[in-house]
């Protein structure tokens, strides 16, 4: 299984950009998808997850905010991120699950993108 992130980039405070991640691998459909970020000297932190019947799980910092979405078609994940903050700037990074034991662990997810970038600015 391979994943492939993009979307990301800089945006003022208030902004909005939508990420993507494309994932190779013929089971995408019963895999959970995770978007984890890492800030600056922060650890890796769960930001949203999305199970096979398309039920959406969401942290903290996403809830009200960010929207996470999956095409099964196009075997691909987004999240639309809204009203970003400062405090949002991180490398972004989707993941993939087969156990979907606890989906906000960062354990629990075998398969990893590579990240992408986002900057909000104030």
């Known amino acids: 299984v391979q994943l492939q992130a993009s979307g990301g980039g800089t945006v003022q405070a208030g902004g909005s950009l939508r990420l993507s991640c494309a994932v190779s691998?013929?089971?995408?459909?019963?895999?959970?998808m995770g978007w984890f970020r890492q800030g600056p000297g922060r650890e890796r932190e769960f930001v949203a997850a999305i199970g096979p019947s398309d039920s959406p799980f969401y942290g903290e910092p996403a809830k009200g905010r960010f929207t996470i979405a999956r095409d099964n078609a196009k075997t691909t994940v987004n999240l639309q991120m809204n009203n970003l903050k400062v405090e949002d700037t991180a490398v972004y990074y989707c993941a993939a699950s087969s156990t979907g034991n606890n989906l906000y662990q960062i354990r629990e997810y075998a398969y990893w993108g590579q990240g992408t970038q986002v900057t909000v600015s104030s």
């Open positions: 691998g013929r089971t995408f459909s019963t895999y959970i």
